[in-house]
C-alpha cells in the first residue's frame, strides 16, 4: 500500500531558485493538503484542494502555487525561495474534507541557503 | 493564545509507565484527532473522535466537549511508543487546527 507519496524526500536550494515538491495518493481521496511543519509550530496548512479541479488558501500560502493535476495528484511550487522556507512539507489527503482522518506521505525536508 | 494547546510538551517514561498526553482546545469543534509521528518524520493517524472514548490495542482517546479536553492514555508504554503525539480539532469550518505535539520517549 503506498497510500501518499511525495518526492523529493530531501533538497537543497539557493535563495531564488524554484522548484516543484510532487505528491500523488492512491485512495481515490478526493481532498489533498499540503502543510509545513516548523519547529515549535504545529502543522499550517498551505493550501487545499477539497476536489479535483478546486484549490484554496490555507494558514500560509505566500510565496507558493498548487496545482491539482488530477484526482491523484497535487503539486505545490516555491517559485523564488526563501529562507523562511526552510521547512519540512507533508502532503495529505482525505476522502473529504470534513471530518475524516487525513493520511499522510513522510515528508520533504527542504532546506533554503 | 493558541487554539490547541498540548501537555506536556515534552514526557519522558519508563518502560510499563501508564502515559496520558493532553489537549485542551477553545473552538467549537465536530471532531478531534490524535497522530503519532514517528521518529523518521512519517505522520500516522491515530483516533477520530467526537464524544466518548475510543480504545485500540494499548492506546486509548478520550474527549469531554462540554469541558474542550481530550486526553490520549498509553497503557504498559514500550520504548516502541516513542514518538511525538499531535492534537488536531476539526471546527466547524472544514480545515484541522494543529496543535504544537507532545514529545513522548520511553526508555527500557
Known amino acids: 500500500n503506498a497510500g501518499v507519496t511525495q518526492t523529493p524526500k530531501f533538497q537543497v536550494l539557493k535563495t531564488g531558485q524554484s522548484m516543484t515538491l510532487q505528491c500523488a495518493q492512491d485512495m481515490n481521496h478526493n481532498s489533498m493538503y499540503w502543510y509545513r511543519q516548523d519547529p515549535g509550530m504545529g502543522l499550517r496548512l498551505i493550501y487545499y484542494?477539497?476536489?479535483?479541479?478546486?484549490?484554496d488558501k490555507g494558514e500560509v500560502p505566500n510565496g507558493y502555487n498548487v496545482s491539482r493535476l488530477n484526482k491523484r495528484e497535487f503539486s505545490l511550487r516555491l517559485e523564488s525561495a526563501a529562507p523562511s522556507q526552510t521547512s519540512v512539507y507533508f502532503c495529505?489527503?482525505?476522502?473529504?474534507?470534513?471530518?475524516?482522518?487525513?493520511?499522510f506521505g513522510d515528508g520533504t525536508r527542504l532546506s533554503i541557503l | 493564545k493558541n487554539e490547541v494547546e498540548q501537555s506536556p510538551q515534552n514526557l519522558t517514561a519508563q518502560e510499563g509507565e501508564f502515559i496520558t498526553i493532553n489537549c485542551s482546545y477553545s473552538?467549537?469543534?465536530?471532531?478531534l484527532h490524535w497522530l503519532q509521528q514517528h521518529p523518521g518524520g512519517g505522520i500516522v493517524s491515530l483516533f477520530m473522535l467526537s464524544s466518548g472514548k475510543k480504545k485500540h490495542g494499548r492506546l486509548i482517546a478520550t474527549i469531554n466537549i462540554q469541558e474542550k479536553h481530550s486526553s490520549l492514555h498509553i497503557t504498559a508504554s514500550h520504548p516502541r511508543d516513542s514518538a511525538v503525539y499531535i492534537c488536531a480539532v476539526s471546527p466547524r469550518t472544514d480545515k484541522l487546527i494543529f496543535g504544537t505535539g507532545t514529545r513522548l520517549q520511553v526508555f527500557p
Open positions: 473552538v467549537g469543534i465536530s471532531a
Open positions: 495529505a489527503s482525505s476522502e473529504i474534507t470534513v471530518n475524516q482522518p487525513q493520511h
Open positions: 484542494s477539497a476536489s479535483e479541479g478546486t484549490t
